[in-house]
């Protein structure tokens, strides 16, 4: 069996991506293919999987924890932005995320103040960093 790190998982989608300890494209994971409960809290874990094909290329199967946890954690943000093909796990500059944010408020909440919608970038992007959705740069 392969080994890897957890390095992304959406709990709401089912679905994230293991970094091979060898190297090479990272491997998609499906939770119907893990064998204990994946939260998005499990990025950062070292797993076990088997290789296979999948409709989409190589997934990793029949996934177990190297090394189970005490207690939950996350890891820090990923900085890796070549998953071009799959926009659902797309991630975001600071100042991306800062426009979409600032552009989707105005047009739903335009009776925000400019205080306001400054508060709420700092929270939302705060909230991106910590879940690895939102990189510096």
Known sequence: MASG??????????????????????????????????????????VSYEVMEGQKGLKAARIQLLDPPAAPR??????????????????????EYSSEITE????????LTGAQIMKIRERLIAAGYARGWVVKG
Not at 9 to 30: M, R, S, W
């Open 5 to 46: 790190k957890i390095i992304r998982y959406n709990e709401t989608k089912g679905y994230g991506f293991i970094a091979p300890d060898d190297g090479g494209e990272d491997l998609f994971i499906h939770v119907n293919d893990v064998g204990f409960p994946l939260t998005d809290r499990c990025v950062g874990q070292r």
């Open 74 to 95: 996350r890891a820090a943000p990923t900085t890796r932005l070549d998953d071009e093909d799959d926009e659902d796990c797309e991630v975001l500059s600071a100042e």
């Open 104 to 111: 989707a408020l105005m047009e739903t909440a335009p009776s």
